[in-house]
């Protein structure tokens, strides 16, 4: 008899695990608006709201490295092109910086287009916004938003202000803004945007009165709107509270008819996107937030996500996100932020099953989908979509299917990775993963038998790191200045030996340019490096992602280049990514 199976043996249970608590009773809850006759929740979202990126300014001023006035510029031109009317621009009185910039999308005539709205931010203060009104002089549309904070906590501790003197300093702000506009702005259609900072913390009621004496001053009309906005500028309470006091507000502030009610969310409790969803459907107007949700802390409302969800709700959300990587990748670059892979709707992974049960799934729906265009005698894009496990069509916003139905850990991809760095010291970008996974696939799916590491790198170094035609890179001398680097490499173009020069603001974007010599154009999309291994003769690997052209033909491929200069190493990938594309063969 075993001693478990022993009448007589006792079997002590192990004590019970009881975690020292936390401090929860230092925090008070918030209370919640006694709102009696809600209407919001019987309501549906039918259309977008209007959007103000706030990327080039809440955003910035949120990275640990602000973007350089080019890099702000790029993104200027990203949120123009994607199809943003109203863009807040800056905040010219905090610095020179800040104030050239806004002044240069200004006096470049081409840079903001006759149907968009920039917007600048001040405080409550006289000399603040005469710096404020001077940076936007000349613009064609502009407005002015001015905030000062109405919460108990921020009057007391913060600026010491009772609430009649919070009351008179924004009376006096709308005043100076009028003032200011009237004195600098007499050929810009001008608009005037006031926010009640802190307002989930402040009683509703006193917000109200705030508001309403604001535009005793600013006396709005049908041509002469006011944006009020209503920021949970800290997210302290659930979304449903937050949609009670928006329609609170907009039943209660005097002029509603003349009043754009706009929604501020921040992301401190995780439910900043839901917070604005359900403000809209409270009555507020307008969304303020940043693209991926970059702002400070843990960021403002998220305009891709937000926008997405209507997408995928069947209305159109009036914003072009259907090249969603290039958006990604730009903003990476302005930024220097990188976008999660578990990012909704953007990030790498969120259209991969790794699960071989969602992927069955996966292909069954997408295999239904096809029947069904078929049987209708039209494309799969012009059926309405469902499918297992994806909310949206990923073609709609750029992605393909194949790493969607074929790469997953079961299938090759998490083994394939694992083995590339763990043998081989190669640490493979995410997309790259995908592309060698559907080529590691074919093949094995091909041959029928199981791949072992060797034989994936003998695959790898074929497909990445040895061909040599139709260009072969041999060797290159580059030079620099302030701003420029200029090359001269040595080639071999389909067996003819040739030098190629070109210059760019380093040593690839010099290599690229000097490609057009050959009639073939190279666009790097992604980059990355890492030392293959350490000591004076250390190996570093290169990465990129291209685009490559010939002829009109365009496809995007990666190269990988190795060598014990990381210059060459990047120069040889891509020349690596270049063969691959022009040769057009694959496993």
């Not at 005097?254 to 706009?262: L, T």
């Not at 010291?425 to 041959?447: G, H, I, N, T, Y």
Request: aromatic share 8%; with cysteine; proline share 5%.
């Amino acid at each position: 008899m075993s001693r478990l199976s022993n009448p007589a043996t006792k079997v002590q249970p192990k004590p019970v695990a009881t975690p020292t608590p936390m401090p929860y009773t230092r925090y008070q809850p918030h209370i919640p608006l006694a709102l009696s006759e809600r209407t919001w929740p019987d309501r549906q979202l039918t259309k977008a709201p209007r959007w103000l990126s706030t990327d080039l300014r809440d955003g910035n001023q949120a990275l640990i490295e602000p973007m350089t006035p080019s890099r702000k510029r790029r993104m200027f031109d990203l949120l123009v092109a994607m199809g943003y009317k109203e863009i807040e621009v800056g905040f010219p009185s905090a610095s020179a910086t800040e104030f050239n910039f806004v002044r240069s999308l200004i006096e470049d005539e081409t840079a903001i287009p006759t149907d968009v709205t920039i917007s600048v931010l001040t405080q409550a203060r006289a000399d603040l916004i005469d710096v404020t009104a001077r940076s936007i002089i000349g613009a064609r549309r502009a407005s002015i938003h001015v905030y000062n904070a109405l919460s108990p906590l921020f009057r007391r501790v913060v600026f010491g202000l009772d609430e009649a003197q919070t009351i008179t300093l924004a009376r006096q702000g709308t005043q100076w803004v009028i003032d200011a506009a009237d004195k600098y702005l007499c050929g810009t259609e001008f608009g005037y945007e006031y926010s009640p900072e802190v307002f989930t913390q402040t009683p509703v009621d006193y917000a109200i009165e705030v508001c309403n004496n604001v535009m005793q001053v600013w006396q709005p009309s049908s041509e002469r709107e006011i944006i009020v906005n209503l920021p949970a500028t800290v997210e302290t309470c659930t979304p449903n509270v937050y949609a009670d006091m928006i329609e609170y507000f907009c039943a209660h502030i005097d002029h509603r008819e003349h009043v754009c009610v706009s929604l501020h969310t921040h992301n401190d409790r995780g439910t900043g996107i839901a917070a604005s969803e359900l403000g809209l459907l409270a009555g507020g107007q307008r969304v303020e937030g940043c693209l991926f949700g970059h702002g400070e802390r843990t960021g403002n409302v998220d305009l891709v996500v937000l926008g997405m969800n209507l997408y995928a709700q069947g209305i159109d959300p009036g914003i072009d996100f259907s090249n969603i990587d290039e958006i990604r990748r730009v903003v990476e670059y302005c930024t220097g932020m990188k976008v999660p892979p578990r990012q909704p709707y953007s990030g790498d992974l969120v259209y991969t099953a790794f699960s071989g049960s969602h992927q069955d799934a996966i292909k069954k729906g997408l295999e239904d989908l096809e029947a069904q265009a078929h049987d209708c005698g039209v494309g799969i894009r012009d059926i309405p979509w469902e499918a297992p496990y994806l909310p949206v069509d990923p073609a709609d916003i750029g992605r393909s299917y194949e790493a969607i139905i074929r790469v997953n850990s079961q299938s090759g991809k998490g083994g394939m990775a694992y083995l590339m760095k763990n043998d081989h010291k190669l640490d493979l970008p995410r997309r790259l993963q995908q592309e060698f996974s559907r080529l590691v696939q074919a093949r094995a799916d091909a041959e029928g038998s199981e791949l072992s590491s060797e034989r994936l790198w003998s695959y790898f170094c074929a497909e990445y790191l040895e061909r040599r035609t139709p260009l072969e890179f041999q060797e290159r001398h580059t030079t620099a200045t302030d701003d420029v680097t200029s090359i001269d490499a040595r080639v071999s173009y389909r067996a003819a030996s040739m030098q190629l020069k070109g210059e760019g603001n380093g040593p690839l974007s010099a290599f690229v340019d000097s490609l057009r010599l050959l009639g073939i154009f190279v666009k790097v999309l992604d980059y990355a490096e890492h030392a293959l291994t350490s000591g004076g003769d250390a190996q570093a690997a290169a990465y990129v992602e291209c685009e490559v052209g010939e002829n009109g033909d365009v496809q995007v491929v990666w190269g990988v280049g190795i060598d014990v200069d990381i210059t060459t190493a990047s120069l040889k990938a891509v020349v690596s990514a270049l063969n691959r594309a022009l040769e057009h063969r694959s496993f």
